[in-house]
């Protein structure tokens, strides 16, 4: 009897294999069929099917062939192994950026996620990508450890238009950085003064930089020394929810931007 890992690498060499096993396990197909969905010859066909029915992955029905109940097994575990590569080689290049300690939901939920990285051609594109994002958005709510000037001029810009709803949380580092400089002062002046804004600062700190902008969940991704490396967008339920939670978390520990934070 083969092993399970040799049962893999049989599925795994052939591309045919898993697509004729993923057919089957959905409803039945006759040979004809499979060969005009696969694009696979009759010859190689014959041998999937004597190799599944060896197996009893699969068994004939009429002029039909189907996935039997342990057929399914394998064709669904494997769907999902290829699922967890393919969300794996999409993230290889950004995990070590991701604040996973922090985000409480499965990565896996990120296998549709919009992944924005810097270029020689656009070094600001993850930032672009926000701004695209906030422009577009009716109800914007962040915690963030930063808020740059082109995000809190297109935030301003549009509440005072009324056109956006905000809530953000911020470290006291994002606040001193804004008050710092005279014309950034003066944004966030005329957005705090806004019936359809407000902006709290959480003492301790926020560690992320996310925005939840209307259905879309966005996070700012950089290293250790504070260079922007990434972003990434979803729109998945899962990971919407958990940045509802974790804002709703953070506007509870923090307190109202005041004039102490020599605005």
């Known amino acids: 009897m083969e092993s399970a890992l040799e049962e893999i690498e049989f599925l795994a060499l052939s591309s045919n294999r898993v697509e004729v096993l993923r057919l089957l396990a959905t409803e039945p197909h006759s040979r004809g069929e499979l060969a005009a969905e696969t694009g696979a ?85 993850p930032v672009q990508r926000l701004l695209d994002l906030l422009r577009d958005a009716e109800e914007v709510r962040t915690f963030s450890h930063a808020f740059n000037d082109q995000a809190i001029r297109v935030v301003q810009e549009r ?14 580092g994002a606040i001193d950085a804004l008050a710092a400089d005279d014309r950034l002062r003066k944004r966030l002046e005329s957005l705090r003064a806004e019936p359809d804004a407000s902006v709290r600062v959480r003492t301790d700190g926020v560690p992320l930089a996310v925005m939840i902008a209307d259905d879309v969940v966005h996070l700012l991704l950089r290293d250790d020394n504070g260079v922007l490396q990434a972003s990434i967008d979803t729109t998945a339920p899962a990971v919407r929810e958990w940045a ?19 605005l």
């Open 159 to 172: 509440v005072t238009a009324g056109e956006q709803r905000f809530s953000g949380v911020f470290s006291p």
């Open 41 to 125: 010859s009759q010859a190689t066909l014959g041998r999937i099917i004597a190799d599944f029915e060896e197996r009893s992955w699969i068994r004939r029905t009429g002029g039909e062939y189907v996935a039997t109940a342990t057929g399914r097994i394998v064709a669904d575990g494997f769907t999902d192994l290829l699922g967890s590569l393919e969300t794996e080689r999409r993230l290889r290049d950004i995990v070590q950026y991701l604040p996973t300690d922090a985000m409480a939901f499965d990565l896996q939920h990120l296998a549709d996620a919009t992944i924005t990285v810097p270029s020689q051609t656009r070094p600001n594109a």
């Open 244 to 262: 509802i939670e974790a804002f709703d978390a953070y506007w509870a520990s923090a307190e109202p931007l005041s004039d102490e934070w020599a």
